[in-house]
């Protein structure tokens, strides 16, 4: 099942993205035990890179669940991390005045070695509000059991 969503937000010349998200049954030819994948993609002025993630759905509903809960208390992390053979990941935390910080790392294994690219920036909580309402009816429209709103 492919969805062709696409989740962003922006402040200023940060932009980040979630999109092209595919869920497949799992396969035992799959060495990482995976069943859903997405592409992450970070822009901050010139610089850019972007990796696909490759998670189990019920990790990413957790994501999206954390994250939505994180932006409601505005306390706590919501994390994903890619579990194949890579190092992709991105990390939120919130603190009480209502800054996310995000970091995270996105790498490329496919090319002539590995190439990684780090990144961290703070955004406003309310630069995030749509941008969790659009990961929440992407996780939905797959519409399997872990994922609650």
Known sequence: MFISDTCSFSC?????????????????????????????????GLWS?????NTDYTIFSEFVNDLSEMYRSLSGTADITDLADCESSVAFEADKTGHIHIEGTLCDNFREGPQLLKFCFTVDQ?????FIAQLDTAAAKISLPPYRK
């Open 126 to 130: 309310c630069d995030l509000k749509e």
């Open 12 to 44: 200023g010349e940060k932009k980040m993205q979630f999109s092209a998200f595919a869920y497949r049954k799992k396969s035992r030819h799959d060495p990482y035990d995976t069943d859903f994948n997405f592409t992450v993609a970070v822009k901050d």
């Open 49 to 53: 890179g972007c990796a696909v993630f």
